[in-house]
C-alpha cells in the first residue's frame, strides 16, 4: 500500500472538476468528496481486440480480424470454418498495434507513477493472435515501463482455434505464467451452435499442449447452451475437471444487447434446467477440491485469478488497448476511463499521444454500489475496512443499507466483514441493487 497524499484535504468537500490525465498534477492536488487512505493494489489489463470471427453471443470489444473468411450470419453453409482454414486467413495489424500500446502505456504512465503492478491480464478478443515475437515484444515494453512485482500473475486469453505448441512454449518464456482458454464447451453440436470456430477435439488438444507449459491455467466453460440437456451440461464439466486445471470459470449464457443471439434468439433451457445445471456444478466441482469462491469462478486452494480478485476487491487498474476500460485512485477521487473502441482509431490517437476517448471521476453517490457490485460477488466477501479503504468513504455512509440487507437475510451478521449469504448470492442482483442511490 502506497500513501496517496500528497496534500491532506480531507475536510474538502466540493465536486472536483473534470480533471484529464493530461492534467495529472492536477489529478492529485484538487481536493473531493472523498479522502483514500492509501492506493489500492494496480493491476494493468491490455486488449486484444480482434478474434477470427465474431461469435453470435459475444458483447465484448472484439473484431473480426482482416481475412477473406465468411464472418457469422452470412449464411448457409459459412460456418463450416476449420480452425486450420481460419489460422490461415487473418492477419492483423499486430507492429502498428504494438506501437500503439507503447505509447498509450507511455502517456499513461504519469498516473501510475511508482506503483507496482501485481497482475497483467492479456486479454480480448484472443491475444492468441499475437505471434510469440509479438507477445514477446509485449512484455518486454511493460517490463520496461512498469514496476512489475517480482511474483506478478501474468495471465494470457487463448483460444483452442488459435492453438500451436511452440507458439505457446515462447508465450512461457516470455513471461506468461497463466493461460486462460475458452473452451467453452467439448461437444462439436454445441461449438456449432455457439459460432465457435474449433471442435472438441481441438478444445482437448489445446488443454493438452497447455499442460505441458503452464501449471496454472484456467478452463472457461458455458452452460445453458441451446437445446442443452443436464447431461451433456454433466458431460462437458466432467471432461473439463479430468484435465485437473487450477481454475474454472463456469458461464451461464446469456443473451446480451446488440449481439446475434439478441437479434435471433436460440432454444436455450428453462430457468429450472438452468438452475439444476448451477446446482450439480457446484456441488460436483466442491467433490473435486475446487472452491466457488465467486459467482462464475473456481478454484483449487490458492489458485484464485488474482487479477480478477483485484476487480472484485475494487482495487485499481490501468487498461490499455482498444475500448479497455480502466479505474485509478488519487487521494480525493477515483477516474474511470475508456480508450477508443475502433482498433485503426485507436492506434491513430494512441500514436498521437491520446488514446483515451472518455474519462470521468466516479461521484461519491455511485461509489458505494460500484463497490458493492463487485465485493458481493465474492463468497467471502470482503473486510468491513476495506470499503473506507477503497472508495475513501466512511463505512456508515452505506450503513442503513447494510442494516437493511442483513435484516433480509441477504448479508451475514458479522459487522467486521460485507459477506453475502447463500440465500444473498442466489438473489445477488437484488442485493446489489439495494446499494443503488436513490
Ligand atoms: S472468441 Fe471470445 S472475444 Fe472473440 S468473438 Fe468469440 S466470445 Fe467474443
Redesign the pocket.
Known sequence: MIPIHPVSDAGAAQQPASATSGDTVGLWLKPGKISLPASPPLSLYVHIPW?V???P??D?N?HAAPSPLPQAGEGPGERAVSAATARAGWQIPEDAYLDALRADLEQSLPLVWGRPVHTVFIG???PSLLSAAGMDRLLSDIRAMLPLDPGAEITMEA?PGTFEAERFASYRASGINRLSI?IQSFNDTHLEALG?IHGGTEARAAIEIALRHFDNVNLDLMYALPRQTLAQCQQDVETALSYRTSHLSLYQLTLEPNTMFARFPPALPDDDTAYDMQQWIEARTAEQGFRHYETSAYAQPHREARHNLNYWRFGDYLGIGAGAHGKLSFAHRVLRQMRYKHPATYIEQALAGKPVQEEHDVSAADLPFEFMLNALRLTDGVPAGLFADHTGLPLHTIGRELARATEKGLLEPDPTVIRPTELGRRFLNDLQGMFLKD
Open positions: 478474434c470471427r465474431k461469435c453471443y459475444c465484448f472484439s480480448g478478443g484472443t483460444n475458452g465457435r
